[in-house]
Every structure is written in C-alpha cells, then in structure tokens.
C-alpha cells in the first residue's frame, strides 16, 4: 500500500488513541517521580482521547474533517507537559495533510517534520530525552525512508516505529535521573505507543473501538418512530461552517449564546477556518441565517425528533441546568484565577481575591479547556492566571494563545504557596507590565515543599525508596526519604532553610490531624526561634503537608 486515505487515518488514528489508553498504567509506572499523581500515561490518554471522540463523531470524514477533529479535539483537551506536546505534534501533522485526498510517503514525511516543528516551539525550553527527542528522531527516519526513494506505506510506518523505538531506548543516556530509575521516558514511550495502534490499523488488525465515545452528534439522538409527542426543541440541525470571515473566540462564544437563546444540545467545534455545528431548535432558519454571517454552509442536516420521553430528559435538563447556572460575575478592569485543591487552599487564595478556582493540580492536571472556560467565566478585561504547577503550565499557556478578546497573564507558579505569594504581591495602583514583573520575581523567592507516599520502589538522586515510604519533595527533587512521617517533614524543612529565611507557611492536608500538624509547628518553632511560622489548614489529598520559606 502506498496511499492512506482519510477513512484509514480515521482508523489509525483512533487505533492510536486505543493503544495508548489500553498502556496508560504502565507508562504511568515508567516515570520517575514515584508520586501517587494523574502521570504521563493519564495526561496523554485523556489528551488524545478528547480528540478520539470527535474523529469517531464524524461521519464519513474527509482529510480536512478529520484534521480539524484531531487538531481542535487534542488542543482543547491537552493535560500535562506530555498531553501537551502530544497536541502540538498532531497540531502539525494535521496542518499538513488538511489539504489533501490521500497521504503518501513524502507527504508523510513532511507531515512528521511539521509535527516536530510545531511541538518544539509550543516548549519554552525544550529538554532532550523526552518525548520531543523521539518524535525528532521518528521524523528524521521518516525523511531518510522518503529520501531514499521509500513509496511503500508498510515499509515506512515499520521504519520509524523501529527507529523511534530505539531513540526511546537512549533517552536514559540523555537524561541521567531516567538511568538512575532504570526507566525510559515515559512520555516517549506514550508516543511510541500510539505509532504502535497506527501501525496495527494500518495493517488492518482487528480493533475494539468500543471503548472510544464518540461526541455528542444527532446520532447520539436519534428517535423512536412511534413516538407521537414532541420535545422542547424538535429539529436536530447540524451544518459545517466553512469560514470566510473571522471568527474569533469572541465570535465563537457569541455564537453560542445565540444558539442557546433559540435551542440547547449545542456543540460548537472551531478550528482555523472551519465551524461544525450541533443544536437542537425549533426553527433551524434561524441557527442557518446567523452561521452565514461566517462563511457557507456545507454538510447539512435537519432531522425531526418525535419522542415523549425525550422531552422529559430535556426539561430535566434544563431545570439541572438552571440549577447549576453561575450568575455572572460584575465587571472589573483585572481578575485571578488559579489551579488549587483542598478547600483550605481554595478558601485562602479566594479571600485573597482570585476570582475563580480551578479545581486540579497534582492529582489532576486541568486541560485547555478548563483554562478557557474559566476565562470566560471571569468578567475581566486583564486575567492573571496561577497555574500552580509545573506541569499545568503549557496548558495555561494554550488557553493563553487561543484567546483574543482578552488579555490573559500566566504567571509560571509552580506550587499554591507561589501563587499565594503572586496575588499578595499584586498591586492595583501599578500597571500590568509593573505588576508581572514584581508577581515573577517575589515567586522566585520561595521554596516549596511537599510531603507525599510512594507509590512503587525506585532509586532517585542516590535515594533508595521503597513503596509506602514516605517522601519530602522540594523545587529541586526529593530531599528527604524515609518512614517516619514527622521525621521525614522536618529533615525536608532543615534543607529548604538558610540564614535568610523569615518566614514558614504550613499547609496540611485532608489525612493530617490539627493535633499533629500543631506539633510539627511547634518542632519547627523551637528549632528555629528568629522565623515566623504560620499553620494553617490546607484540605489538600494526598499531600500531607505543602511547606514554603521565604
């Protein structure tokens, strides 16, 4: 076979997604944190299957459908560093193919390049060893097959799986704490794993796609032929916008308002210049008429629903709906969001002054969307967002980038003591550009701690660590190991401290008693009687205790 057309991408694709899913816990295993959190495989797997739902809600797909579902399902459904980059990569790749009827060897080539290119600029400070290194090395064999004159698809797809797989086997010599753990890089193994699930469609293996949800569609609707009532909103109308005018996220979210006035079961899918469009009306004229304000109209389609029970399910709805309905918040120049969990730390950044709490962290890495749909539920010209966490941070920076009607603000915290330190230090009265450098460079200040279990043996920065051990991990990795809760804490704490430190926040968790974080209180107090220590209740899972300094 030398042609792979859209229907066999769509399969490959979502064969891909399979794969990866089927492996989430054991690439989970493969990283080297042996921390009990949402991991590689779990960011990766929840990434591509948010895009896996909206390839298997198309119907007989073209190349440029099919590339819009992937692009536009993956970007607002990335979670993690690896989800990601695992977005950026499909990012490009589809950029590449949208064009076209069928994809040969060449064309895949140039499509392994555009994906390479496009991840390693979404990455500020790219890090060799990772899943960016495989997929580098994957392209490179894809050129060299193309190059050579390679115009069969089997030979091809088995080459740079072969070749990925052995880059894969190198990154412990690139990145010295995989040897150490004895582990590849997870994030690359993710990769290798959804090339795997291609390569399996591709040779038509047999598949079950069972397990893959498609996104609500009007299939997901369809009517009983005997039923005689009719529901709130009787016509299914779907449509393809194909755009001739911007449509920006403004536009986008004014659009679904609108459907919202006139319907509800609304899907509103944007990517570059096409729309695709779901709503359940009672006059479709009118989701038509506005949707030609933004181009032509193609893929069209308008079923009638007759169903009595299906009206109950919408007015149940619609009551839940209202129930749950948030009132908007009142106008103002700037606003705050942040990433925390645990209902002390969500209680203390809100009486700081965020305006809207992201619920995630390091159990569970929020995506893009998320980010968006917390941006617009903040009334504010001026957004700062806390991502709070290392690894939310490109998210947050996605999010960023796919907003244009207001100006969004990350600021790379990386713990909730951090982004307790940004808002504090925020000052009205100086301008935005005043107010970012002085949040970046009173967060440089602090140094965090947390107190977690582990959940496997491994070995870290020459630290042996059995499975339920309990560990201090700081900014800079793991200082203290061992099985005694308190003395663990307190050893982490003498690491994090010097002569200069003023100041000691402790946060306890949702498993700690107010009794025993009190004497860990006092402990510090007394060993360190010239720095102030503050205690309060966190409510975090998991962590028993998030310690800063400063």
């Known amino acids: 076979m030398n042609k792979i057309d859209a229907q066999l991408l769509a399969k490959m694709f979502l064969a891909g997604a399979k794969n990866l899913e089927s492996k989430k816990e054991w690439i989970n295993e493969l990283n080297v944190f042996p921390v009990p959190d949402g991991d590689t495989g779990t960011n990766m797997t929840m990434t591509i299957m948010a895009a896996a739902k909206e390839v298997a809600g198309l119907e007989n797909p073209n190349m440029e459908a099919l590339a819009k579902a992937i692009s536009s399902g993956s970007l607002r459904g990335a979670r993690g560093n690896s989800g990601v980059i695992l977005s950026q990569l499909f990012r490009g790749f589809t950029k ?110 047999e598949i079950d796609y069972s397990v893959i949800e498609a996104a609500p569609v009007a299939s997901a609707m369809k009517i009983d032929a005997q039923a005689e009532a009719d529901i709130k909103f009787g016509y299914c109308t779907e449509f393809i916008i194909l755009l001739t005018k911007t449509f920006n996220v403004k536009q986008e979210m004014d659009f679904k308002a609108y459907l919202e006035s006139i319907g509800d079961s609304i899907v509103v899918v944007a990517d570059d210049d096409v729309v695709k469009v779901h709503v359940h009306t009672n006059d479709p004229g009118l989701a038509i ?34 129930a749950q309905a948030e009132p908007e918040m009142p106008k103002k120049d700037v606003g705050f969001i942040s ?13 700081l ?59 790379p915290t990386k713990t909730v003591p951090q982004g307790i330190t940004a808002v504090i230090n925020y000052v009205p009265d100086l301008s935005v550009e005043e107010n970012v450098e002085n949040m970046t460079s009173e967060i440089k200040r602090v140094r965090s701690g947390q107190v977690t279990y582990a959940v496997r043996d491994t070995m870290i920065d020459d630290k042996e660590i059995k499975c339920g051990d309990y560990m201090g991990i700081e900014d800079k990795g793991i200082s203290a190991v061992g099985t005694d809760m308190f003395a663990v804490t307190l050893e982490m704490v003498d690491h994090m401290m010097d002569d200069d430190m003023e100041l000691v926040s402790i946060y306890y968790g949702s498993d700690v008693t107010q009794e025993d974080a009190s004497a860990l209180s006092d402990a510090i107090t007394d060993k360190y009687p010239f ?11 998991i962590y028993y205790y998030v310690i800063s300094v400063e």
């Open 353 to 411: 002054g965020v305006d809207y709490i992201i619920e995630g962290g390091q159990t569970m890495n929020p995506s893009t969307e998320d980010m968006l749909n917390a941006i617009d539920k903040v009334n504010a010209d001026t957004i700062f967002i806390l991502p709070n966490n290392s690894n939310i941070i490109l998210a947050a920076n996605q999010a960023k980038a796919l907003v244009e009607d207001k100006q969004i603000i990350v600021i």
């Open 96 to 205: 590449a193919i949208r064009e076209v009827n069928e994809i040969d060897v060449p064309l895949m080539a140039v499509a392994f390049e555009k994906a390479v290119e496009t991840a390693y600029k979404a990455v500020m400070k790219p890090k060799e060893g990772t899943i960016l290194t495989v997929a580098k090395g994957a392209s490179e064999k894809a050129r060299e097959l193309a190059d050579a004159g390679c115009d069969d698809l089997t030979v091809f797809i088995g080459g740079v799986i072969e070749h990925a797989e052995y880059v894969l086997s190198q990154t412990p010599e690139m990145l010295p704490v995989l040897k150490q753990a004895g582990v590849v890089d997870s994030g690359g193994q993710g990769f290798v794993e959804v090339l795997h699930g291609w390569q399996d469609a591709f040779l038509g293996k």
């Open 339 to 351: 990433v925390s969990i645990g209902e002390g730390m969500n209680e203390i950044l809100k009486s």
């Open 289 to 322: 008429q506005r949707a030609l304000k933004y181009g032509a109209l193609s893929n069209m389609k308008i079923d009638n629903m007759r169903l009595e029970h299906q009206e109950k399910l919408f007015k149940e709805a619609e009551k839940a709906e209202a």
């Open 531 to 541: 720095v102030d220590v503050e205690l309060q209740y966190g409510g975090q899972p």
